[in-house]
């Protein structure tokens, strides 16, 4: 192989890098709430950045560092305003609690379902968990939702029991859950949308970059 094609496919494996970093970006400025117009003036800023790095033998990652969706969240802050961007982790963490809610309701087959402290403090603690992280990274996911769950809710419920005991504080209808989905909702059906668009482009870089390897090393 030539010292040309070899220059020409670490070009190719910059470019993919480039182009993953621009789908992620992408993926969490959208999921946020940023206007298109802001989301493409962003991108069109980190793309030349990127340009320019490559340009001087330099990765990706150099202009992003190591946690690229740290860096979409740092310029997303930078962005939109603290109180839309609280509004939305706040909806958000509505939505897990009302995912979280029905659970019970489901598996014991009810229409009422008594809170004892342990749920209260349960509920409590993967919220606030749920909106922090969605202000500082983007978005929770589900295996980090579960995650949090076990390593913070539940010893937090089993400390709230221990300390005021299981006896109900309430009741909630079942009605409860759907109301708290309703909040999030829009912001849950945005952030699937945007991860989809998001793999897609992704993975036209991705053939894209195939393609461009290919020929690189047919020459």
């Known amino acids: 192989m030539t010292e040309d094609a070899l220059t020409e496919d670490a070009s190719a494996e910059d470019t993919m890098t480039g182009e993953r970093i621009l789908a992620t970006c992408r993926t969490n400025w959208e999921y946020r709430g940023i206007d298109d117009a802001s989301v493409r003036e962003m ?17 990706g990652r150099d202009v992003v560092g190591g946690d690229v969706r740290a860096f979409a969240a740092a310029w997303a802050r ?38 004892a402290p342990g749920n209260l403090a349960f509920w409590a603690a993967l919220a606030t968990v749920s909106v922090v992280w969605g202000l500082r990274r983007g978005r929770l996911g589900i295996r980090l939702s579960w995650a949090f769950a076990f390593a913070v809710g539940l010893p937090v419920a089993i400390a709230a029991d221990l300390l005021f005991g299981e006896a109900p504080l309430f009741t909630l209808p079942l009605w409860v859950p759907p109301l708290l989905l309703l909040p999030g909702l829009p912001y849950a059906v945005a952030d699937a949308r945007a991860r989809r668009r998001g793999a897609e482009q992704a993975g036209r870089g991705v053939e894209a970059d195939g ?4 020929g690189s090393r047919a020459v």
Not at 43 to 58: K, P, T, V, Y
Not at 88 to 108: E, H, I, N, Q
Request: aromatic residues 6%; glycine residues 6%; charged residues 20%.
């Open 211 to 214: 393609h461009t390897g290919t």
């Open 43 to 59: 991108l069109d800023e980190l793309s030349a950045h990127l340009e320019d790095a490559r340009a001087a033998g330099r990765s």
């Open 78 to 115: 930078a962005r939109a305003p603290l109180p839309r961007r609280v509004l939305r982790s706040a909806s958000l963490a509505c939505f897990l609690a009302g995912c979280v809610l029905l659970f019970p309701y489901l598996t014991r087959w009810t229409t009422r379902l008594d809170v």
